[in-house]
Nanobody, 125 residues
């Protein structure tokens, strides 16, 4: 069992950058696949990115490819989402989520057992 805490959200101008952190406690994050989801008001929850356990394969939704990078720092038991070239449509509450084991190409369809509290990202002039 693992507990997740997100941080790093805030207000940023279009074209700016933020780095979200998902810090784990209670277990070793490397045993888990970690995904980032986001939800804007009135919108469906959207899978943004994921990193698998074991081989560390990474996945991204098309709208963020080339702009966002997910990474894992095992020494800090933390997963990051580096977000560059931010757009207003990236505005949402971002949650990290975890499940034990690997995920693949349909990572966003898996059930994730553990969720962080969410962090607000607002991209606006």
């Amino acid at each position: 069992q693992v507990q997740l805490v997100e941080s790093g959200g805030g207000l940023v101008q279009p074209g700016g950058s933020l780095r979200l952190s998902c810090a784990a406690s209670g277990d070793t994050l490397d045993y888990y696949a970690i995904a980032w989801f986001r939800q804007a008001p009135g919108e469906e929850r959207e899978g943004v990115s994921a990193i698998s356990s074991s081989d560390g394969s990474t996945y991204y939704t098309d709208s963020v490819k080339g702009r966002f990078t997910i990474s894992r720092d095992n020494a800090k038991n933390t997963v990051y989402l580096q977000m560059n070239s931010l757009k207003p449509e990236d505005t949402a509450v971002y949650h990290c989520a975890a499940r034990r084991g690997r995920v693949g190409l349909r990572w966003f369809l898996y059930d994730y057992d553990y969720w962080g509290q969410g962090t607000q990202v607002t991209v606006s002039s």
